[in-house]
């Protein structure tokens, strides 16, 4: 009764906490709305029954229980049910529609301190597939997933679905494809990702025809067949393959899912009902999710400094420089942030400013921007945080967040900068944070071998390269914490966390004792949180050695075999909280070669040639 109680209250928790914050492919091909006027009540009718079917399948799970011949089955259908709804259900409460679809993780309450069970569809795909659970744990596990279902079905009914909705609930579904169901995110257990691909390409086609379907064809009806034929392709291709480690991903994206996006990119533009948005983590004129400017920076970036100005950007790319911003006049940005090693350092940890070593690693600055939550130990929530707390920081720049240097206020060349960036010559660090920041946002890279590769611009990616992207992708689990595109660990398709694991890093390469730096337990000192840490871009990693917050790994191979291994855990170190989705990977050396293959094509250090050069000119 009392676990009852708990996971109830898990349950008001989430939904009040998210009310805060804002049949076969031919049948399917064959139906369409003829009519050139856009009516909503369909698709959002198809919404509500799907979001109802789940409920009814979670329902008819209560009376067979965990363990009954059947239960798989009925879960299978609740699942792709849910799919269905997904894009509306959880476009319009992200909160609970990721808590209905989210990892099997304990969740933790900050308000609290409370630490509440895993619960949703994920931790019931344990539960029925793995076996371990009472019929009453499971019966609990269904009662609060059944009750997060009840509150998206409410929403669903209660606001309408609109052109604006529609794109971008489409949109972050066709990401969803991409980054968790083929990853293995989504079904860990039962890997049943490319099934509910399928689903979620034949539910697109659905609404389609329930929709804007009528006057597409009646303004570009070409258009119209190229997107069924894009869509039929790439159910075809799934087809082929269900297999989680053989299927071909790399292949899947670049030749079938970049063809969908686009195309369904074109027919938004052709229906002239919605134009887009930048307030949003996506350029949704973006043909595909692997362009330049697929993604839109200023959304990552803290409401006050949204705006910033190219003479912002040209501001803090001279302060970054510059080493009066630190009390002793020794330390800059670039003390640590090399432009010439990708915006790392290449040191196992830098040096403070009485020359001694800091606690950790120096992070790659390049494609920053797009976190949630900056520093390894995650404790500062935007990147205008992060630089005052270098500032503030008595080893590092030791200086306030209100005090000016003087030597920058008489240097000549700063005050027509000042002006222009910000209409005055400012006397508050406040401005040379934003401007710094605005800089740092400047730093976006996606124009890699791999980028150039998967968008279809050249054929030079090798077949071992291929295979490593395809482990990434499957059996060796790396996207389920590093999401493709961004390769880092904000979490789509809403970008609005980034994740912290717990995966046992050792204190030396020997891995005979745990590091005991204990990362994110400073903020709350919550057992679960014991030597948690960011999960960190692998953009650059191949430029960015020694690896991990403290250093301990200096070549990428160390790093496979840490994680083939099972992390800490399969190193032996007591872990209880190890988050990894793994116990050891079993890769091969081949298999470990690839991958490592695979990482340094995500080397792109353009900016940072580029920024030098013209620092090299200009300073």
């Given at each position: 009764m009392m676990k009852k109680n708990f996971l109830l209250l898990l349950l008001l928790t989430l939904v009040f906490s998210s009310c805060k914050q804002k049949g076969e492919y031919e049948d399917i091909a064959s139906v369409s709305e003829n009519t050139s006027e856009v009516t909503w009540d369909k698709a959002q009718q198809f919404y509500l029954e799907s979001i109802n079917n789940s409920i009814a399948y979670l329902q008819e799970l209560e009376k067979k229980g965990a363990h009954d011949e059947r239960s798989k089955q009925i879960f299978i259908k609740a699942r792709q049910e849910f799919k269905k709804a997904e894009p509306y259900a959880s476009y319009l409460n992200p909160p609970v529609g990721h808590r209905v679809n989210g990892p099997a993780l304990p969740v933790f309450l900050d308000d609290n301190g409370r630490t509440m069970p895993p619960v949703g569809l994920q931790k019931i795909e344990e539960s029925i597939y793995d076996g371990g659970v009472s019929e009453v744990e499971f019966l609990s596990e269904l009662e609060v997933t059944k009750g997060l279902m009840l509150a998206l079905k409410e929403n669903i009914q209660k606001r309408e679905l609109n052109p604006e909705r529609f794109f971008i609930a489409t949109h972050q579904q066709l990401l969803r494809i991409i980054s968790l169901s083929i990853s293995g995110f989504d079904t860990p257990v039962s890997h049943l990702g490319f099934d509910e691909s399928i689903v979620s390409l034949q539910s697109l086609l659905e609404v389609y025809n329930k929709s804007i379907s009528g006057i597409i064809k009646e303004k570009n009806s070409s258009l119209d067949t190229e997107f069924r034929k894009n869509i039929a392709a790439a159910i075809s291709f799934i087809e082929k393959d269900r297999n989680f480690e053989t299927f071909d991903r790399f292949t899947f994206i670049s030749d079938f899912m970049n063809p969908v996006t686009a195309s369904w990119v074109a027919i938004r533009k052709e229906s002239g009902l919605w134009e887009g948005t930048d307030n949003k983590p996506f350029n949704f004129d973006a043909p595909t999710f692997f362009e330049e400017d697929s993604f839109n920076v200023k959304y990552f970036m803290p409401a006050v400094n949204r705006n910033y100005s190219e003479q912002q950007i040209a501001l803090g790319e001279k302060l970054f420089f510059d080493k009066n911003l630190s009390d002793n006049k020794k330390m800059a940005c670039a003390t640590c942030h090399i432009p010439e090693k990708a915006y790392a350092d290449g040191l196992v940890a830098n040096l403070d400013n009485l020359g001694k070593n800091l606690q950790r690693n120096t992070p790659t600055l390049i494609n920053a921007a797009f976190q949630q939550n900056f520093f390894w130990d995650g404790r500062s929530e935007n990147l205008m945080d992060q630089i005052s707390s270098v500032f503030t920081n008595e080893k590092e720049f030791n200086t306030g967040v209100h005090q000016f240097s003087e030597d920058i206020l008489q240097d000549p060349k700063y005050q027509p900068m000042l002006r222009e960036a910000f209409g005055q010559i400012s006397s508050r660090n406040t401005d040379i944070v934003k401007a710094l920041s605005a800089y740092i946002s400047s730093l976006v890279a996606f124009n890699s071998k791999f980028d150039r590769n998967i968008r279809g611009e050249e054929n030079t990616f090798t077949a071992e390269e291929k295979h490593g992207f395809n482990l990434f992708m499957g059996?060796?689990?790396?996207?389920?914490?590093?999401?493709?595109?961004?390769?880092?660990?904000?979490?789509?398709?809403?970008?609005?966390?980034?994740?912290?694991?717990?995966?046992?890093?050792?204190?030396?390469?020997?891995?005979?004792?745990?590091?005991?730096?204990?990362?994110?337990?400073?903020?709350?000192?919550?057992?679960?949180?014991?030597?948690?840490?960011?999960?960190?871009?692998?953009?650059?990693?191949?430029?960015?050695?020694?690896?991990?917050?403290?250093?301990?790994?200096?070549?990428?191979?160390?790093?496979?075999?840490?994680?083939?291994?099972?992390?800490?855990?399969?190193?032996?170190?007591?872990?209880?909280h190890q988050t990894l989705p793994f116990d050891e990977l079993n890769l091969t050396e081949e298999e470990k070669n690839a991958l490592v293959a695979y990482l340094k094509t995500l080397s792109d250090t353009e900016i940072s040639k580029a920024e030098s050069q013209h620092l090299i000119v200009n300073h």
């Open positions: 059996k060796a689990l790396c996207a389920t914490c590093h999401f493709v595109p961004l390769t880092n660990g904000t979490v789509p398709p809403f970008f609005s966390e980034t994740e912290r694991e717990v995966i046992g890093v050792p204190e030396t390469a020997e891995n005979l004792q745990l590091d005991d730096d204990a990362g994110f337990y400073w903020m709350y000192e919550a057992d679960l949180h014991k030597g948690m840490f960011k999960t960190p871009t692998v953009r650059n990693s191949a430029l960015t050695a020694p690896y991990m917050h403290n250093g301990v790994y200096a070549t990428l191979e160390e790093v496979m075999d840490f994680y083939n291994s099972g992390g800490g855990a399969g190193s032996g170190f007591d872990l209880p």
